[in-house]
């Protein structure tokens, strides 16, 4: 009786595979968090990236092909933001369905509206990404737009519960909105800062403040004496607000010219669990924003 018992379990087991959880992996910390918004119980998300980590310089790991050779949807910023592995997991997982062309295969920026994207890219340019600033999760407009997309690809993969994505993705736009609220009285409008890399140009785009100057000469370039020098002269004419870094891009450099200058610095963090407090994307914009006031 107890082998008849185990036979049927597994027996149903195949005939119900809609009771198995999709296995989606995210190769960032705020796709992760974005999606179980949306996929909530009926998911399991494998997040590649610690958020302690430069995401440009992330190789691949065996984790990670294992981790692709088993997902039923890879899910990536794009922009060529995960060039150095991403390729690499799509050709050595031996998984089909997160090729290019596959379901599985969710490129998030196919959602947004890119900025800086270069008409001739070139290596005298510096470090740029040729396809656009891939850093466009410190934009609620573009977040929202890819929360929809996550929730097309989840009803379309597993359509037993394609209510549920929807679902959960009208209280993810519901809190959006609530959030917005409070982040549209931050006092950011019209204010000024020096950045030491490209990271925040969504941020300026949605909130109405602009960035003025760089630490960083070109992108991926550290800056020389000279460069310093010229750029701390320009400060004192300028006089931006402060300059804006994150913990891992760029903190000496931008704390040395603050030192220089008297000029105030602020730490930001660059993704979700990169800083106390920002546990999920809306704790991270909210962290953004409060220091930025």
């Known amino acids: 009786m107890r082998k008849l018992f185990l036979a049927l379990l597994i027996l149903v087991g195949a005939v119900h595979p809609a009771f198995a959880k999709v296995n989606v992996v995210a190769t960032l910390p705020w ?7 949306i996929g909530g119980d009926k998911i399991d998300v494998t997040t590649l990236v610690k958020s302690n980590q430069d995401p440009h310089m992330i190789e691949a790991k065996p984790s990670m092909l294992l981790a692709g050779r088993k997902a039923d949807i890879l899910m990536f910023n794009g922009l060529d933001l995960e060039i150095g592995y991403l390729p690499l997991i799509m050709e050595k997982a031996q998984n089909p369905a997160i090729v290019p062309g596959k379901p599985g295969n969710f490129d998030c920026s196919q959602y947004i509206a890119v900025l800086e994207k270069p008409l001739t890219p070139d290596r005298s340019m510096g470090d740029v990404h040729p ?83 760089y630490v960083e000469p070109k992108p991926g370039i550290p800056p020389s004496a000279a460069y310093v020098q010229k750029l701390a002269e320009s400060m004192k004419t300028s006089k931006p607000d402060a300059i804006i870094t994150t913990a891992y891009y760029g903190k000496h450099e931008s704390e040395a010219l603050a030192e220089r200058t008297g000029s105030k610095i602020i730490a930001l963090p660059h993704d979700v669990g990169s800083m106390p407090g920002t546990e999920d994307w809306f704790a991270f914009m909210d962290k953004v924003l409060s220091l930025l006031r």
């Open 31 to 37: 796709i992760g968090s974005v999606v179980k918004e």
């Open 131 to 213: 396809l656009g600033n891939p850093h466009y999760h410190f934009s609620p407009i573009n977040i929202l737009h890819v929360a929809r997309g996550m929730t097309s690809i989840l009803a379309e993969i597993d359509e037993a519960n394609a209510d549920y994505y929807k679902a959960n993705l009208k209280k993810f736009a519901a809190r959006m909105d609530e959030h917005k609220q409070v982040w549209s009285a931050a006092p950011l409008n019209g204010k000024k800062f020096i950045a030491y890399h490209r990271l925040f140009e969504y941020l300026a785009s949605d909130f109405g403040f602009k960035i003025i100057g």
